[in-house]
């Protein structure tokens, strides 16, 4: 997803957005498509993926996509799939901008819905994401005229276009070679990065901590005790850090209030969100808010 950038130069953006009330082509919903043609150096500040995929086409230039803290290299032809609750920015190059097409989704599949599980699955390292596929970026390219433009059998050509995009997706990583793992990471250490991969990947679905066992195929009891060994940090504080920087983001993208940001988030109340925001940022989500915004009503315009 691509926020709000009205105080954030730019040479061209083209932002179809459904994020609130996403459209359903088919099996496929669409929550946001368009085309960004970035200012020198412009950065795209991280913000956070609700339940959605989303691809990152590269028509041009050079940059970095940020992704839960790990900064990957991208170039021209390059694709990047982001994973629904990534954290996710894009820096791009001061003397080679990027201009970059967008498109998030998801489906009501329940096959494809599973292929796509799987992948969130493997532990995908951010810079893993990366692929090469034509058809995709041309198929994206027509979407995006199609829905600034519309015309007779628009619904079909977008129902027919977004589905081919996504088995291309899904079939490009499955032709893709088993990533190598560093000599010196050791099955204990892959384990912990798989339990916060999944919690990375389900921070708005997760019902409680102990659908690990199920995910890992691994009793809970276990996998706490290797966590906590193996990171010095129990997966308990892990989960709550993770889902309050969540909060945080989504407090500063002012899309949500905080009582849907508390719901999203599947805490029990608005009050227990709050307590728990306070009792680790020493503000109320409110408050925190406001100071965000009035640090961004003094920076300088565009």
Same mark, same amino acid.
């Given at each position: 997803?691509?926020?709000?950038?009205?105080?954030?130069?730019?040479?061209?953006?083209?932002?179809?957005?459904?994020?609130?009330?996403?459209?359903?082509?088919?099996?496929?919903?669409?929550?946001?498509?368009?085309?960004?043609?970035? !200012?020198?150096?412009?950065?795209?500040?991280?913000?956070?993926?609700?339940?959605?995929?989303?691809?990152?086409?590269?028509?041009?230039?050079?940059?970095? *996509?940020?992704?839960?803290?790990?900064?990957?290299?991208? @170039?021209?032809?390059?694709?990047?799939l982001s994973f629904p609750g990534d954290f996710h920015g894009i820096t791009s190059d001061a003397a080679d901008?990027?201009?970059?097409?967008?498109?998030?989704?998801?489906?009501? =599949?329940?096959?494809?819905?599973? @292929?796509?599980?799987?992948?969130?699955?493997? !532990?995908?390292?951010?810079?893993?994401?990366?692929?090469?596929? @034509?058809? *995709?970026?041309?198929?994206? /390219?027509? !979407?995006?005229?199609? *829905?600034?433009?519309?015309?007779?059998?628009?619904?079909?050509?977008? +129902?027919?276009?977004?589905?081919?995009?996504?088995?291309?997706?899904?079939?490009?990583?499955?032709?893709?070679?088993?990533?190598?793992? $560093?000599?010196?990471?050791?099955?204990?250490?892959?384990?912990?990065?798989?339990?916060?991969h999944y919690i990375d990947t389900h921070i708005y679905t997760m019902q409680s901590l102990s659908e690990l066992?199920?995910?890992?195929?691994?009793?809970?009891?276990?996998? =706490?005790?290797?966590?906590?060994?193996?990171?010095?940090? +129990?997966?308990?504080?892990?989960?709550?850090?993770?889902?309050?920087?969540?909060?945080?983001?989504?407090?500063?993208?002012?899309?949500?209030?905080?009582?849907?940001? /508390?719901?999203?988030?599947?805490?029990?109340?608005?009050?227990?969100?709050?307590?728990?925001?306070?009792? +680790?940022?020493?503000?109320?989500? $409110?408050?925190?808010?406001?100071?965000?915004? !009035?640090?961004?009503?003094?920076?300088?315009?565009?």
């Amino acid at each position: 997803m691509v926020p709000d950038l009205k105080d954030v130069k730019k040479r061209y953006h083209l932002n179809k957005s459904y994020i609130m009330d996403p459209l359903l082509f088919g099996e496929t919903r669409l929550f946001q498509i368009g085309r960004l043609h970035c !200012a020198d150096g412009m950065e795209v500040p991280v913000h956070t993926h609700l339940n959605w995929f989303e691809l990152t086409i590269v028509n041009d230039g050079v940059g970095t *996509v940020l992704t839960n803290g790990t900064a990957v290299p991208v @170039e021209r032809g390059d694709i990047y799939l982001s994973f629904p609750g990534d954290f996710h920015g894009i820096t791009s190059d001061a003397a080679d901008p990027l201009k970059y097409d967008f498109f998030a989704f998801n489906t009501d =599949s329940l096959l494809l819905a599973a @292929e796509l599980e799987e992948l969130t699955r493997q !532990a995908m390292p951010a810079a893993n994401r990366v692929f090469r596929d @034509e058809r *995709v970026r041309y198929l994206v /390219a027509d !979407a995006i005229a199609e *829905v600034n433009s519309g015309g007779e059998f628009s619904e079909r050509i977008l +129902t027919a276009a977004f589905e081919q995009i996504l088995l291309y997706t899904l079939r490009d990583f499955r032709t893709m070679p088993e990533p190598r793992h $560093a000599a010196n990471i050791g099955k204990q250490e892959e384990l912990c990065y798989r339990m916060m991969h999944y919690i990375d990947t389900h921070i708005y679905t997760m019902q409680s901590l102990s659908e690990l066992a199920d995910a890992m195929c691994y009793n809970y009891s276990y996998l =706490s005790d290797l966590f906590c060994k193996v990171t010095e940090d +129990t997966l308990l504080h892990y989960y709550r850090t993770r889902r309050l920087e969540a909060a945080k983001l989504l407090l500063c993208e002012g899309r949500l209030s905080v009582g849907e940001i /508390a719901e999203l988030l599947r805490y029990a109340s608005v009050y227990t969100f709050s307590r728990a925001f306070k009792d +680790t940022y020493g503000r109320s989500p $409110a408050q925190y808010r406001r100071e965000n915004m !009035a640090k961004d009503a003094k920076k300088p315009q565009a």
